[in-house]
Structure formats: C-alpha cells, structure tokens
C-alpha cells in the first residue's frame, strides 16, 4: 500500500511540501504533475501497478512511499529530534529536513546567509539634520529590541530621537513599565504615542482573526497612524526594533529573496526604480526612501502586481492589509502623505542598523539585557528567561495560530518565532538549556490553545483585556 509522504499535499495540479526542505532542494515545495500523475495521486493510499509507478518516475520512494516509511510528525517537543548543532527541531518547525550528519537546514546553509543582513538599507552613522528637530525617528514598544536602539541612537550616538508608540490593548505590563523607565532615562528622546479608536481597532482585529487566527497588526498600523507625523516634522530616518534573527527568518519563510538583501544596498535597483518614475514625471527617491514609499503604498493600495505574482510568500502582511482596508476611513491621511512627501522632499528613509555588529559581532541577549536593565529602566518579564518577544500579552497567540496552522498543513507560513529562536539559539549567546525551556513554557508551540488566546478573544467580543 502506497500513500502520500508526510507534509506533502496535492493542491491542485500540483503537489506542495509544507516544512523546510534540505540545501540542494531550498524552497522547491511545489511540484507539478501531469495527469496522469494526478489521476494516480488523487486515489492514494492505494496498492500501485508497475505501470503507475513507472509513471510516478521521480516521486516513487520520496512523495509516494510505502505506508511503513510514512514519517511520523511529532506531537510535542518531547518527541522531537534536534538539530546537531542548532535548537532547531521537527515539532516547533514541522516538516524540517535534516542531512546525514544531522544539521537543519538552517545550518546547512549557515554559509549561504551569513552576509544577509537586512532587506533595508543598512546605515552606520545618521547626520544630524538641520530640517527637523529629530534626526531619527524610532517605531518603540517598550521590548527589548527597540529599548536597546533607543539607547543606541540617543546614548550611543547622541541622536534627537522621536520615540513613536502605538497604543495597543494587550501591551505587557513590563512593556508599561519599561516605557516609563526609558522616558526617565533618556533626555535626547520626544516620545509620542497614538491609537486608534476601539471601534475602529476592534473592526480590523476581528477582520483579521477571520483570516489569521489571531490579531497581531504590529507594526501596520503603527506605520499607518505614524506616517504623516514623520513627514509633517521632516524627520529625516526611521528604524524599527528588529533584531538579526528576524531579518533573517524572512529569507527562511521565503517572504524574501536573497536578491531582496542586496537590493538594500545595490545603486542598480535604486537607478531602475528612478527611471520608472522620472519617466511618469515623478521626482527621484535614495535608498531608504524607495524602501518606505513601498511600503507605505502597500499598506494604502494593497499588494502591487508583481508582489502578488511573485510566488513570495505574503503572510501576514497582506492579511494585515486586507483587514486595514475593512476600515477605509483609517486610510486617506496615508494616501495623502504618500502622494505629497515626495513632492515635498519629506519622505524619511526606512533604514536599519546591524545589530550584531554595533554589539561588537554578535547580538547576544543576556549581554544586551545587562545594559537595558543597567542604563534604560527596562524591566524584565515575569519570566526572565524569555528573550524572544517581550512587549505582548498575546505573543504566545501569535506563535500558536501560525504553529497550528503550518502543522495542519492550512498555512505556508512558517512560524516566525520557530524560525527565530532556533536562529538564535546558535547566533545570540544562549545555551541550549535556555533556549529549550522558552520554546517549551514561554512560547506558543503547543496543540493545545495557551490561556492568553482567551485574552485575545475577550477584546474581540468587546470585553476588557
């Protein structure tokens, strides 16, 4: 009896892996058939002829296998295997391949990666502007990774920072708290926060649980709200908190290509992108600014042609989107600012700064937690261990929508934090000990729903958080 490899599906005409496959196969997930393949797939499991196995060709022994070879796909961390030299492992990320010393593919192609830095321009040093009264501006949530820039650009460097914060009703109280500690802290930052209705808000997040299973829009709508404050100042930079792991994990989820990372950094894209709008008559942008007014253009309009057509994943931005434009009233000052900033000279740069290397090569998390606690007020969570996402209530409903929904096979995304703290767990100076114990009790790789997703679930029904 024959049947379907575990994490193999047939959608369409066309068979999709959903998990991480080994180097020589990166991101071929999707095989096509011909109809007779089709015909011969659709009726597994069954017993094969040697004519439909003739026919099968290459996915005999590796889509199509004996029932005695179908993979079992763990059901806890427990039953997991690791990788060999990284905390990746095949329940946090169903579906991972591993080489025949053992290594993930994460670590298979640890050399492949390792000059990705960042898909934004990546700066080193920010003038001081002469047209604004801040000459950075800094999308802030009170967690560890944007604390430790805030410090960086106003201590470090001695920049006039303008600290934006979205309000948002599932903010941890270490969030609170370190927000607080920060604006005690730091003399050089203007911190300014803003929300949006909870009427409004309650809309976009109910639109989007319907799409995403659960309500995480940051920093979306921190973009949308922010936008028009940055080019009404003439703010010249803006940065948000995201460390090396994450920038990385979107290579991995395949919502980047590699070309992305070195169109941060190349003139080429920047000279082709101005020559399209010089000749629609519209004035040129630098890197940064290229970078911003595509994204602002995606949260106001939507996934342009080619984003759509690209065969990049677009989870979860575009559900985020989707879920804005069911409250079109939020979007007018966006479209405005979009169409007037360059016009005005004002679009401030999207850029970014390697963390690893103003840490002095690597972004370690306890060395970095020393200097928020020691010189930002930032209070820990509860559980000091956690390191990955510190600023939400409802981080662990996040992480468990998207576990649940990869390892039912019913999303292409792979969790974003699966990807990170196992990138991390070799990259940022954790021991395995600690690594294991955040997946295991602080994160949201679980089959059963955590507790905090009834938080999420009140605010949707209109309750307090």
């Known amino acids: 009896m024959y049947t379907l490899q575990s994490r193999w599906k047939l959608e369409g005409k066309a068979l999709y892996y959903y998990g991480l496959r080994n180097r020589e196969n990166m991101f071929r997930n999707r095989i096509r058939l011909t109809a007779k393949q089709h015909a011969i797939v659709s009726a597994l499991p069954k017993e094969l002829t040697e004519h439909e196995k003739r026919a099968l060709k290459g996915l005999l022994g590796e889509q199509v296998v004996p029932q005695d070879r179908l993979?079992?796909?763990?059901?806890?961390?427990?039953?997991a295997r690791f990788c060999t030299e990284c905390c990746a492992n095949d329940f946090i990320l169903p579906g991972l391949e591993f080489d025949e010393d053992g290594r993930c593919p994460l670590c298979q192609t640890r050399d492949k990666t390792e000059k990705l830095r960042s898909i934004l321009p990546l700066v080193k040093d920010i003038p001081r502007s002469r047209k604004s009264r801040f000459d950075v501006a800094l999308f802030y949530t009170g967690g560890k990774d944007s604390t430790f820039l805030l410090y960086y650009l106003s201590e470090v460097k001695?920049?006039?920072?303008?600290?934006?914060?979205?309000?948002?009703?599932?903010?941890?109280?270490?969030?609170?708290?370190?927000?607080?500690?920060?604006r005690r802290a730091f003399r050089n930052v203007e911190f300014i926060s803003r929300a949006v209705s909870r009427a409004d808000l309650t809309r976009v997040y109910r639109a989007l649980y319907e799409r995403a299973e659960n309500t995480c829009a940051c920093p979306s709508l921190a973009y949308l709200l922010f936008y028009p404050e940055l080019v009404e100042n003439r703010v010249p930079y803006f940065m948000a908190g995201n460390e090396p792991v994450q920038m990385l994990g979107l290579y991995y989820n395949h919502i980047a290509p590699k070309l992305a990372y070195t169109f941060a950094t190349g003139r080429a894209f920047a000279f082709l992108y101005n020559v399209g709008r010089v000749l629609t008559l519209h004035p040129p942008l630098r890197q940064g600014q290229i970078q911003t007014i595509l994204t602002m253009k995606q949260l106001a309009y939507g996934d342009n042609f080619f984003k759509k057509h690209s065969g990049f994943q677009g989870e979860p931005v575009s559900s985020v989107v989707q879920?804005?434009?069911?409250?079109?009233?939020?979007?007018?000052?966006?479209?405005?600012?979009?169409r007037r900033s360059p016009w005005r000279g004002t679009v401030p740069a999207f850029v970014h700064i390697d963390m690893d290397e103003v840490c002095g090569g690597v972004y370690d998390w306890n060395k970095v937690r020393e200097i928020l606690v020691g010189k930002c007020g930032w209070v820990p969570p509860a559980d000091d261990k956690k390191a990955l996402h510190t600023s939400c209530k409802i981080e662990r409903c996040k992480d468990h929508s998207q576990f649940v929904?990869?390892?039912?096979?019913?999303?292409?995304?792979?969790?974003f934090s699966a990807l990170e703290i196992s990138l991390a767990s070799r990259n940022c100076g954790r021991s395995r000990e600690e690594t294991v114990y955040e997946m295991e009790h602080l994160c949201g790789f679980t089959l059963e729903e955590p507790p905090a997703c009834a938080v999420m679930r009140a605010y949707l029904e209109g309750g307090d958080v």
């Open 158 to 182: 001695g920049l006039r920072v303008l600290a934006l914060t979205w309000e948002i009703p599932f903010a941890s109280e270490s969030a609170k708290a370190s927000m607080e500690g920060a």
């Open 323 to 338: 879920a804005i434009h069911s409250v079109p009233e939020l979007l007018p000052p966006l479209r405005r600012s979009i």
């Open 405 to 415: 929904r990869f390892y039912e096979c019913r999303s292409k995304l792979i969790p």
């Open 71 to 79: 993979r079992m796909v763990p059901k806890s961390l427990a039953e």
